[in-house]
């Protein structure tokens, strides 16, 4: 296919989206894309080199125990971006089967388990178990029609919603019907295995409001439900969407549900949760009920990173749960990968576009030649190249990260600035001579004020962390009541990306800045779980000091002086030690206090090291 006229295609398709570079909010670690390369073939390097043909997303999860064995999680991506659609194909059957067991386990009272039978039209009775098997290991899309039929497309997206996927809709059943008719799901009666009926569930219309005001059209051709090829574009606007990053947050919910906060958590029993475990793990050969057909359904059918080219086989040593998805040429695979042979976990999400022709539903894919070894060398890279990571003793409070290793003498200073940065330049100068890296989390307005950018560039150059601190310093959450939040999620991750816009302007790249510090260090675990959601980790000040009361001024009613802060950290030092502190300061004040830190820093720095501590930057404190 011509390359120039794909391209123009592409341009074209995503103006219809609304959708343009700066708009996708792209997610890119280039260490990850040079790990990659350093290893890659020269057909996987032609892949990367044109992700406007392949549209490739990666998502890879390094995964380490802290010293209560608790999964810490380092997220790297490779051209990520939720406004980038493909289509999620039957990688929606993995929440909807969750769904549908959280449903199950609902009705218990009444007597309905896993081995209660779905009625759903003429079709043979199967039982819930049975259903979420053929779904989850050979992904049946009878299986998971039924499912969907006992959901109905209303509490479906309700609870996507309520979960917190905003961007994921599940719109339909792979079944021919228009918009409207995939709104109605029939009646749904629910037997015991000798046919006693338990309940019968009526027929159902959705209400749900659905958002189809941005069309998404893909390719240049398809061919129609009547076999018939129609010059146009196919058109995706109301068929179902799942980002990336959402579809491995369902995963990593389900399989780690104490990393993130309550109400993202699956409401299943221990026993539906062991049954859920197994059906996304096992290989066709290893189910008992149902017995799949291997000639059909080899070991590797569903586990594409790794081993589906060439029809690999899965080693013993190797365990992966996984939900993947094949459609209109798209490839998604979202894996937990467990090496128990070299004591490595890791996560790994990815997906790709293989339609050369541009034609749509013909079943011409590159799905064999291109798409397979795609996933085999990418999951081949980043197994071999993992190394076992030492655990990871930092501390959280409310989901945010707030201290490092307290086994080890260093901490991190930590400046933040939003309004005034009078003290910047004393501050460089100090840590220049004293030949400390410190970390600066600045608002999107401090990084944008021409007064500061020189010395922005020049901190920057010194080798000095740079972070955000949030667009406008917005207050996220109540004082009085931290679970009560004052601006919305689309708010609040507006101002990281403006924040991260005005870093990317003077010549930050956001992407190597993955820490960030909220505004006025105030926050809940909606704000720790959306800072996620960005692909970003939320840190904070360690608390036991009073190093963060050097930004009042001498009117307030909680002034505090630069002599009453040091004496507090000494104290607490004395006490108990500061090892892993992130001890905050302010880049400035403003006029209205006598006697700023950062006129002292150079006494401080020299305390702290006479003491024997050594100073990092956040990074090296907390990696």
Known sequence: MDLFKFRIGMIAIMSLLG??????????????????????SPVLKNVLDHP???????????????????????????????????????????????????????????????????????????????????????????????????LGQEAINLRLQEMGYTGSRITRRFIPLTPEQHRVTEAVQLLTSD???????????????????????????????????????????????????????????????????????????????????????????????????????????????????????????????????WSYGYLIDVAYILDKSHNREFMLSGVIYVNSDGILNDNRYEYDSIGYPFFREIGEILLHSTRPVPPVRCHRTGGAITRGDSTRKELALVFTGHEYGEGAATIRRVLKKKGVKASF??????????????????????????????????????????????????????????????????????????????SYEWYNDSIVWWTKQLGRHLVNNTSGTLSQADYTRIQDKNYRTTETIFTSIKDLETRSGLNGFLLLLHIGTGPDRPDPSWSRLEELIDWLQQKGYKLKSVPALLD
């Open 441 to 518: 989390f600045l608002t999107g307005d401090f990084y944008r004020n021409p007064k500061h950018q020189k010395l922005i560039r020049e901190l920057k150059a010194d080798g000095h962390y740079m972070g955000g601190h949030g667009d406008k310093h917005l207050l996220c959450c109540d004082w009085s009541n931290r679970d009560s939040l004052l601006i919305s999620k689309e708010m609040y991750q507006n101002d990281i990306r403006n924040n991260e816009e005005a870093m990317r302007a003077i010549g930050i790249n956001p992407s190597q800045s993955v820490y960030f510090m909220p």
């Open 195 to 325: 046919g006693r009926l338990l309940m019968e569930q009526p027929a159902r219309k959705s209400a749900f409001p659905f958002d189809f005001s941005r069309r998404i059209l893909v390719g240049n051709a398809h061919y129609n439900w009547s076999d018939s090829l129609v010059q146009e574009p196919f058109d995706f606007t109301t068929h179902n969407r799942m980002p990336l990053r959402d579809m491995q947050q369902v995963l990593q919910s389900f399989l780690f549900p104490s990393s993130v906060p309550e109400r993202q958590r699956f409401r299943l029993s221990d026993e539906t949760r062991k049954l859920m475990l197994d059906a996304i793990s096992e290989l066709p050969s290893e189910s008992r009920f149902p017995v799949f057909d291997t000639t059909e359904f080899f070991d590797s059918y569903s586990k594409f990173f790794l081993y589906r080219d060439g029809k690999r086989k899965v080693p013993d040593h190797i365990r992966i749960y996984n939900k993947t998805g």
């Open 52 to 150: 406007e043909i392949y549209q490739y997303q990666l998502i890879y999860t390094e995964i380490s125990r802290n010293s209560s064995n608790q999964p810490v999680f380092r997220h790297q991506y490779l051209n990520v971006s939720d406004s980038l659609y493909f289509n999620p194909a039957s990688m929606v059957k993995f929440p909807v089967a969750l769904m549908a067991m959280e449903k199950m386990d609902s009705l218990k009272s009444i007597g309905i388990n896993p081995l209660t039978l779905l009625k759903t039209d003429s079709s043979a009775t199967k039982s819930f178990l049975e259903l979420v098997r053929e779904a989850m290991i050979v992904s049946d899309n009878l299986a998971y029609n039924k499912l969907f039929q006992f």
């Open 19 to 40: 959708v343009g570079i700066k708009a996708q909010q792209r997610l890119h670690d280039v260490a990850l894309e040079q790990r990659i390369r350093a290893a890659a």
